[in-house]
């Protein structure tokens, strides 16, 4: 038996795969002021796991710290005269026209650079000694002001390591406990701001990560549980509690990171080639794509405005969630970024809320039908959700119901936006996807999403409203690995090129059996960044191990033009940095549907684009080869709404199938 958490904002999710393939699914309220007592909570009340083969958790303790501010505060110790690297940061800003753009703050104050003696050529050569004054002075304001954590960022580090590991050492022997990030092993590449600044989020999340993994590690342990805990990364795969405490960084982004292994697993298995993952649950909408079955992996990410060096899956998120807030400001109706949560939640859990929410807005609709959330733990109160809409209707000037389909419509417009950025904007074609739609709310927005985006088909998977935690049961070991080149094709060597994939190749094989993997059994991909002279921004390229430079610069060519649409003249090309992926085979079998519980099929009434329409009530249990809209189908953990106009019909894997049957008006 296979059990994977993911602790959302509004929601904790529980996916449990028996011995026989069968899924079942648990839903309870997250506990936002204690992450750790939240999932354990959860794992209580779904499963004894005593039983199981394997925990997967998929957790945002870091990125909550990062987004909120509320990591540790790090000390970071860098080469005199870089003190002002992270300050400064790049030119780069988001809105070009805006001339009072406020820059992203980020994680450190000024005061905590430390400045040490030290220098470090680009070549590797050693120009400058430490001090041994200047290290007792960083030990000294350690000791007096009570740090916890400590980024060492020097220069050329990547070229050199010996004078990070110097600090490293003797930090550690002074101040045994301190959370000590080193930039040469956080983010080994190319661009010293961008490495100043991952080393210091992993600095900045490392006690927040450390203490929850510890926390649940320690909880599982009393509950019998006797094997290591597994970590979902976010680059799509799974690692070690203890692994992912080196570099808790990795974690930031490991719930929405399930969905993609999920949206990948069922791509393969319906034999789909491009997807469009959507996954909307109670505070965001997080969407993804998966083309030719491949998973889309990028090597950097941006949070809120601050750069993070590491491999994580291609994802767009944005403020439309189940619980996203309705408000007006000069007579316009807005819709979040503010969100309910889970505590207290929209209006219509009727645990405490006011506030009008895009779920309470749904319920007005009437495209929650009666049904009951979080394994019928919360029921739904249409009244309560009426009440919360009324008075800003009354300020609109709207009926309670024109409001709620503004609502819909707005957090409609915004995830539409968010998904064309993951396709026009990318050089796809977007009516060349399926939408495949989960979270709680997914399902409820996908058809309409479809329209806006001239889609014809909607796929919603099997647990969809625990699909993140159905992915992560499917993830298998993952671990990337890097190192710089930052030389032109021209003077690069094949061999040279080789010998560092192979180096790369050997760590990659040590890290995979450290996480109990035959690295026999695992796959391993060789890429390279690679740019033209003189620009920033290099395009990762995957060839074999061993293939000649002028291979890379070739493949690197015509990825660009297919990606660019054009290149003036011939430039030079160089490579920034060697990389390789390490993937575990595959973890279990595909499972299939939950069961569902007896019911029957009823009829109500849905509003639909301001009219209220007669629609067919049931769960997915009784949807038979085909079901027409207006339909509303219960589903574990989640609900789909069938609009006129489209079709739903139980599909392969405990799928349910939406079609389009009409052309759009």
Request: proline share 6%; hydrophobic share 45%.
């Amino acid at each position: 038996m296979r059990v994977a958490i993911d602790a959302g904002g509004t929601f904790t999710d529980v996916a449990i795969i028996d011995e026989s393939g069968r899924i079942s699914s648990h839903k309870v309220l997250s506990h936002p002021e204690d992450p750790a007592m939240g999932m354990l909570h959860a794992l209580d009340e779904s499963v004894d796991v005593r039983h199981a083969s394997a925990v997967v958790n998929g957790t945002t303790a870091g990125l909550n710290a990062v987004l909120a501010r509320t990591g540790t505060r790090v000390l970071v110790v860098t080469t005199a005269g870089f003190e002002d690297v992270v300050s400064i940061g790049r030119a780069h800003r988001v809105d070009v026209w805006e001339l009072r753009y406020p820059r992203p703050e980020h994680l450190v104050a000024t005061g905590d650079v430390c400045g040490i003696g030290e220098r470090i050529r680009a070549d590797g050569t050693v120009e400058r000694a430490i001090p041994v004054d200047d290290l007792a002075e960083v030990s000294s304001r350690v000791s007096r002001e009570g740090v916890r954590s400590v980024a060492v960022c020097l220069l050329h580090a990547t070229s050199n390591p010996a004078h990070e590991l110097a600090v490293r050492d003797f930090l550690a022997a002074e101040h045994p406990g301190l959370k000590i990030s080193v930039s040469h092993e956080v983010a080994p590449e190319v661009g010293e701001f961008e490495r100043f600044s991952s080393t210091i989020v992993n600095a900045y999340v490392a006690t927040t990560v450390g203490e929850y993994l510890s926390r649940v590690t320690d909880g599982l342990a009393t509950r019998g549980y006797d094997r290591p805990l597994l970590v979902m990364r976010s680059s799509g795969g799974v690692t070690s509690a203890a692994s992912a405490q080196r570099r808790p960084m990795q974690t930031l982004l490991s719930g929405p990171a399930g969905g993609v292994i999920g949206a990948q697993a069922i791509s393969r298995h319906l034999g789909r080639s491009h997807l469009l993952a959507l996954d909307m649950g109670g505070t965001s909408l997080d969407a993804s794509v998966v083309v030719d079955q491949r998973l889309a992996v990028r090597a950097d990410l941006d949070i809120a405005g601050i750069p993070v060096l590491m491999p994580v899956v291609d994802l767009v998120t944005v403020s439309a969630g189940g619980g996203s807030i309705a408000w007006a400001q000069h007579g316009a109706l807005h819709v979040g970024p503010q969100s309910a949560g889970g505590n207290p939640g929209p209006a219509c859990y009727g645990l405490g809320g006011t506030e009008p929410t895009v779920t309470d807005a749904n319920v007005v609709l009437g495209r929650l039908g009666h049904a009951a959330l979080a394994n019928d733990a919360v029921a739904l109160d249409r009244t309560a959700a009426v009440g919360a809409l009324a008075p800003l209707a009354t300020e609109l000037g709207m009926s309670v119901e024109a409001l709620a389909q503004a609502i819909v419509d707005i957090t409609d417009a915004r995830m539409s936006d968010a998904l064309r950025t993951l396709t026009v904007r990318r050089g796809h074609d977007p009516r060349d996807f399926s939408i495949l739609a989960f979270g709680g709310a997914g399902p409820l927005h996908a058809a309409a999403l479809a329209d806006e985006l001239g889609i014809t088909s909607v796929i919603v998977p099997p647990a969809a409203g625990v699909f993140s935690a159905w992915g992560m049961l499917h993830a298998p070991v993952r671990h990337d690995l890097s190192e710089p080149l930052l030389v032109g094709s021209g003077d690069l060597a094949d061999a040279d090129l080789e010998e560092v994939h192979a180096r790369l190749l050997v760590r990659a094989r040590e890290l995979v059996a450290a996480d109990g993997v035959d690295p026999d059994a695992a796959g391993y991909v060789t890429s390279a960044d690679v740019r033209y002279a003189g620009q920033q921004f290099s395009i990762t390229v995957e060839l074999p191990l061993g293939s000649p430079v002028g291979a890379w610069d070739k493949l690197f060519r015509e990825r660009y033009e297919r990606t660019h649409g054009t290149v003036a003249g011939h430039p030079s090309t160089e490579f920034v940095n060697a990389r390789v992926t390490a993937v575990g085979p595959d973890v279990g079998e595909y499972a299939a549907a939950e069961l569902m519980p007896d019911s029957v099929v009823t009829t109500g009434t849905v509003v639909h684009h301001g009219a209220p329409v007669e629609a067919v009530f049931c769960n997915r249990g009784l949807l038979g080869d085909r079901r027409e809209g207006p339909a509303v189908v219960s589903d574990p953990g989640s609900t789909i709404y069938v609009p006129p106009g489209w079709s739903a019909a139980a599909g392969p894997m405990g799928t349910v199938l939406l079609s389009r049957i009409e052309e759009r008006p």
